[in-house]
Nanobody, 124 residues
Framework: QVQLVESGGGLVQAGDSLRLSCVAS????????MGWFRHAPGKEREFVAT????????YYVDSVKGRFTISRDNAKNTVYLQMNSLKPEDTAVYYC?????????????????WGQGTQVTVSS
């Protein structure tokens, strides 16, 4: 049984930073690409960032490029999302997801397992 547990969300002011963590268990973490998605009220869940199984390939949605950094530690079965220069429009529930392959994936349909989400609220 695959489990993904996110942590690190919170309430911050615009311009602040947060680091989200997601610990995976249940299958060989280093085999699968990971992704971060977010869901804001009134909007569809959107892709934020993805990282390949090896960590060698990374992709971001345009709105977070230069501000967010995805990384992974395969020895710790953990994927991270470092979020700097946060904006009120970054407010959402953030979810990590484990894919079905080793490449990097932007589409929700490529992800088999999801965490419970962690709330990020950015005040202006």
């Amino acid at each position: 049984q695959v489990q993904l547990v996110e942590s690190g969300g919170g309430l911050v002011q615009a311009g602040d930073s947060l680091r989200l963590s997601c610990v995976a268990s249940g299958r060989t973490f280093s085999t699968y690409a990971m992704g971060w998605f977010r869901h804001a009220p009134g909007k569809e869940r959107e892709f934020v960032a993805t990282i390949s199984a090896s960590g060698g390939s990374i992709y971001y949605v345009d709105s977070v490029k230069g501000r967010f950094t995805i990384s992974r530690d395969n020895a710790k079965n953990t994927v991270y999302l470092q979020m700097n220069s946060l904006k009120p429009e970054d407010t959402a529930v953030y979810y990590c997801a484990e894919s079905r392959g080793s490449s990097y994936y932007l589409s929700r349909g490529n992800y088999d397992y999801w965490g419970q989400g962690t709330q990020v609220t950015v005040s202006s």
